[in-house]
């Protein structure tokens, strides 16, 4: 059983930065994909970022591409997103995601299997 569990979220200032994390338990983390997701109030929920479990491949939605960054730890679990320049738009709830499929790339809801909870984000004006 996978689960994932975000943390990092709160409120923030527009052009502020917020890092998320996303730990992830289970044994096969290092060849899961993982991914970032939000949902604004009202919304549906869109993709954010994807990283590949190898080679170091990323994938950005055109609206973050430039202020957040994507990382993984897979000596401790982990995915981070670095949220840099933050504008009120960007308020969501966060949500981590995992795909131990092996396929790249992989940027739509049914791709994941596995979700966190979400953490809220807030950015005021």
């Known amino acids: 059983q996978v689960q994932l569990v975000e943390s990092g979220g709160g409120l923030v200032q527009a052009g502020g930065s917020l890092r998320l994390s996303c730990a992830v338990s289970?044994?096969?983390?290092?060849?899961?994909?993982m991914a970032w997701f939000r949902q604004a109030p009202g919304k549906e929920r869109t993709f954010v970022a994807a990283f590949y479990w190898s080679g170091g491949s990323t994938y950005y939605a055109d609206s973050v591409k430039g202020r957040f960054t994507g990382s993984r730890d897979n000596a401790k679990n982990t995915v981070y997103l670095q949220m840099n320049s933050l504008k009120p738009e960007d308020t969501a709830v966060y949500y981590c995601?995992?795909?131990?499929?092996?396929?790249?790339?992989?940027?739509?809801?049914?791709?994941?299997?596995?979700w966190g909870q979400g953490t809220q984000v807030t950015v005021s004006s």
């Open positions: 289970g044994r096969t983390f290092s060849t899961y994909t």
């Open positions: 995601a995992a795909d131990g499929s092996g396929i790249w790339p992989r940027f739509r809801l049914g791709d994941y299997a596995y």
